[in-house]
Every structure is written in structure tokens, then in C-alpha cells.
């Protein structure tokens, strides 16, 4: 049977983690996410990097800075089962993976793009009412004004739904119309 997690004293102890400080290397880190493991160590841990491809050039062209730097990203992924890695970026991506697909070879490649009116539109309307579920109610023209305004990206859907979400937080108004999207 597993030992009942105390809340408090496990948020006691990561308040007393020193958040580390990296100049050339990623020494910190790993001795940062051993601190974290031996305080919660049933947690899984994701580290996101995003515009990862608008770094350096020279921190991901092929070289020894970026055969250094993706050996070390491998090392993390592959020493702590209960980390996941996550870089994001856009154009310049495939070419990093391809460059680089040695260590990353056990890492998987996702690429996120906008919602395909066509065959993708249902997942669409879930991302827009699956979390306001129980507290806002999207009509249909609603959606599909979010979708236009939005050309189906979803960050961007993200955001007009959060806007949305305070409209309606702050009117008490619990039904989204065309109308309110604007």
C-alpha cells in the first residue's frame, strides 16, 4: 500500500529547492530534478522549451555545441523515467529532428497544425466546449465564428475562448451566441 502524500510538508520542502542557475551546462537541471524526485517522487515532470528553433543557430546546427546539448537532453529523457521533454517550434523543426535524429531517437516527433475544417471540425468543437463544460454553453454559430476567427489554430482559439470565458464571468451570462464572439 502506497504512503499517503502529505501536501504540506512536501510543499515545505520544494520551497526550500534552490531554482538553479545554468551558464554552461545542464548540471543544475539534473541535480534540480533529483531534488524534486526525492521530494514527490510518485510526480511526473514536463520540461517545455518553446520557440526551440529560434534559439542560435548554433546551438542546433550540426556541430559540437548541438552534439553536446542533444546528448544531454537524451541523458535527462533517458535517467528519469518520470520526465518528458517537449521542444516546440515551427518550420525549422524537421530539419533540427533530422540533424539530430541519432539522439533523438527515442523521442516522438508530433506536429501540431490548425484543425482541418473538412475532417477535423468535431475535435475543434471540443476544444472549444469540453472546458467551459458545466459553465458556459456555446451555440453553434458560436463556434464556427471562433473557428473563422481563429482559421482553426489552437492557441489562438485558446485565447478568443479565454476572452470569452471573462465576458461571460463578468455579464453572468452562462450562453454563448455568434454575437458574443466579436
Known amino acids: 500500500q502506497k504512503k499517503a502524500f502529505n501536501n504540506y510538508s512536501a510543499i515545505t520542502a520544494l520551497k526550500q529547492i534552490n531554482i538553479p542557475e545554468f551558464e554552461n551546462s545542464l548540471t543544475p537541471l539534473t ?39 542533444f546528448r544531454n537532453l537524451r541523458g535527462l529523457n533517458n535517467n528519469f523515467s518520470n520526465l518528458g521533454l517537449i521542444l516546440i517550434g515551427s518550420e525549422k523543426m524537421p530539419k533540427i529532428y533530422n540533424w539530430h535524429g541519432e539522439q533523438l531517437n527515442n523521442w516522438k516527433n508530433r506536429a501540431v497544425d490548425t484543425f482541418d475544417r473538412e475532417r477535423q471540425y468535431e475535435a475543434f468543437k471540443k476544444l472549444v466546449i469540453i472546458p467551459a463544460k458545466g459553465s458556459i454553453q456555446f451555440a453553434e454559430d458560436a463556434i464556427n465564428e471562433i473557428y473563422e476567427f481563429s482559421s482553426g489554430n489552437p492557441y489562438f482559439t485558446n485565447v478568443i475562448c479565454g476572452w470569452i470565458f471573462d465576458r461571460c464571468y463578468v455579464k453572468r451570462d452562462s450562453e454563448v451566441g455568434k454575437h458574443d464572439v466579436h
Open 31 to 69: 541535480t534540480f530534478l533529483q531534488e524534486l524526485i526525492n521530494i514527490i517522487p510518485n510526480y511526473k515532470f514536463i520540461i517545455a522549451i518553446d520557440e526551440f528553433d529560434e534559439l542560435q543557430y548554433e546551438v542546433y546546427k550540426p556541430g559540437d555545441i548541438s552534439d553536446t546539448l
